[in-house]
């Protein structure tokens, strides 16, 4: 089953728009990562977060954490073209060896 | 450098034929995974590797068998192959002591 659900399934916005993507897990975790995959392309790492952190921040992403409520938030700022793909969670629960449960993704388009 | 390559990159099976999807990393990488990725879906784990001569099960093993051949080399072998395992393969793999994986640009399979 999968651990990350990923909201909302689709989102287009314009061209210099911040984009936010959310994601909910069911289990503790170790840390949770996100990945973009480009059409027809494999998955790139772009933050992680570990279960000790808030926020994290890298360029113009933005990622936090509330394990609490289970969830975890991406925010892309100042959209360009470039940013269109799919935009994955995966959390990692450590048992013994790394395994990472993805979500579903969020497919994002932005408008030129 | 070229990362973590995939071959075929695309193949066409009829059912019951067998085939062996090829996953080799260049970064001395130790763990190494397999993943099939369906349409509007996150990525499920098959098998991977933690390290050379370990192999264990992911989510769904069912239908396929693995070998790392070494600590480069992860193949994912269909025996017997079916239409329910039509979908993208991607290979990852990750370095010691570290969090995030790096995938391979994946093997698109047509099962008819």
């Known amino acids: 089953s999968q651990q990350g659900e990923e909201d909302p399934q689709a989102l287009s916005i314009q061209e210099g728009e911040n984009a936010t993507m959310n994601c909910s897990y069911k289990t503790s975790i170790n840390n949770l990562q996100w990945y973009r995959q480009n059409s027809g392309r494999g998955l790139v790492h772009l933050i992680l977060i570990r279960s000790n952190e808030r926020e994290k921040h890298s360029g113009r992403l933005r990622v936090t954490l509330d394990t609490s409520k289970k969830s975890s938030s991406l925010l892309i700022t100042a959209s360009r073209a470039a940013d269109t793909a799919s935009y994955f969670c995966a959390t990692d629960t450590w048992q013994g060896a790394q395994k990472l449960v993805f979500g579903q993704g969020t497919r994002l388009t932005i408008n030129p | 450098n070229a990362g973590v390559t995939q071959t075929p990159k695309f193949q066409v099976l009829k059912t019951g034929q067998s085939m062996t999807l090829q996953c080799a990393q260049d970064?001395?990488?130790?763990?190494m995974y397999w993943y099939r990725q369906d349409p509007g879906m996150g990525l499920r784990l098959i098998y991977y590797?933690?390290?050379?001569?370990?192999?264990d099960k992911g989510e769904v093993p069912n239908g396929y068998n693995v070998s790392r051949l070494n600590k480069r080399e992860f193949s994912l072998r269909l025996e017997s192959a079916a239409p329910s395992q039509t979908s993208v393969y991607f290979c990852?793999?990750?370095?010691?002591?570290?969090?995030?994986?790096?995938f391979g640009p994946g093997t698109r399979l047509t099962v008819t």
């Open positions: 990852a793999s990750r370095r010691q002591g570290a969090d995030e994986q790096y």
């Open positions: 590797s933690a390290s050379e001569g370990t192999t």
């Open positions: 970064m001395n990488h130790n763990s």
